[in-house]
């Protein structure tokens, strides 16, 4: 005889729901003491810097002096062009060292090889002096000057700055468009498109998530760079508190107003920078990295449900 088995009960100890789980977080001590001697060599430097017999009202003094702004926009104008030029020969040179052609392979091989071993400083000398040994430029039937009224200062900053840039510019797009599948090209060509088209519409738009980052901080690098051509008597930022702080007695001040206005402009740039990023990675991520302002309220709104909870 058997019994009968009900089939829709369940087990007499069956529990109401699942329970909470009771985190208790790791306590990491050695972030509390890398904290505390981070804090130590920041207040010794700082303590350090208030020792010296620096005149710190001279920088704000002298901030938004009418020469600064002059030598900030000049700075700022002298990045944008020697970058146009950079970013203009470096895809021709990268597209000339991808070439199958042997002599444009090698030519553009040769330039980057003496730009990119050679210092900023030296080719800037050498545009700079090189009326020593030409004392007239001829480009005949096109041009015919003397070297010194030809080579301006503005010139052989921007042949110096520009024409190095491109030379690194050359790696950088070449190592962008080097990371495009083959396939793509392949696809194009098979459409029909031409050599010239398919990099226009397929190739570089896709290489672009590759270059600009590196892009980027190479402008910010050529900022920064602007300062030699001091040397080569061009008047930027720099040059313009060189003179500022020798009539006022007070160089040290003024190089230090310098640094903090090429801190004012790098930020920007990176601020720019990380836009671009963040829009030419549309299409390879999933989710957009959070921008600067979506990073600040995360923060605020985790700290303050961390405060509600305790």
Not at 257 to 283: D, F, H, K, P
């Amino acid at each position: 005889m058997t019994a009968d088995i009900d089939k829709t009960a369940g087990p007499k100890d069956t529990p109401a729901g699942p329970q909470a789980i009771k985190a208790i977080p790791v306590r990491h001590y050695g972030r509390y003491l890398t904290a505390v001697i981070a804090i130590a060599i920041l207040v010794a430097i700082i303590y350090a810097f208030g020792q010296g017999k620096i005149n710190w009202h001279a920088v704000p003094d002298y901030f938004f002096d009418s020469r600064i702004m002059t030598g900030v926009g000049k700075t700022l104008l002298l990045t944008v062009l020697s970058m146009v030029i950079g970013i203009a020969g470096g895809i021709v040179l990268a597209v000339m060292r991808l070439s199958k052609n042997p002599v444009t392979s090698a030519i553009a091989w040769f330039y980057i090889w003496f730009f990119r071993g050679t210092p900023v400083l030296v080719q800037l000398f050498l545009w700079f002096n090189l009326g020593l040994v030409f004392e007239y430029i001829n480009l005949m039937p096109f041009y015919k000057d003397y070297w010194s009224n030809f080579m301006t200062p503005l010139l052989t900053a921007l042949l110096g700055l520009g024409l190095n840039e491109a030379a690194y510019m050359a790696e950088i797009c070449r190592a962008g468009l080097l990371a495009v599948d083959e396939g793509q090209t392949e696809a194009a060509h098979a459409l029909g498109m031409s050599h010239g088209k398919t990099l226009r519409r397929i190739i570089i738009p896709q290489a672009m998530r590759v270059i600009v980052p590196p892009t980027g901080n190479e402008v910010i690098n050529m900022l920064k760079t602007t300062s030699l051509v001091a040397q080569v008597q061009f008047a930027e930022l720099f040059r313009y508190a060189q003179d500022i702080g020798q009539v006022s007695g007070a160089p040290v001040e003024m190089y230090f107003l310098a640094a903090a206005w090429y801190l004012v402009m790098t930020s920007v740039l990176s601020v720019g920078q990380y836009y671009i990023e963040r829009y030419y990675a549309r299409g390879s991520s999933r989710q957009l990295p959070p921008t600067p302002w979506q990073k600040v309220r995360a923060h605020l709104t985790s700290f303050s449900s961390r405060k509600v909870t305790v």
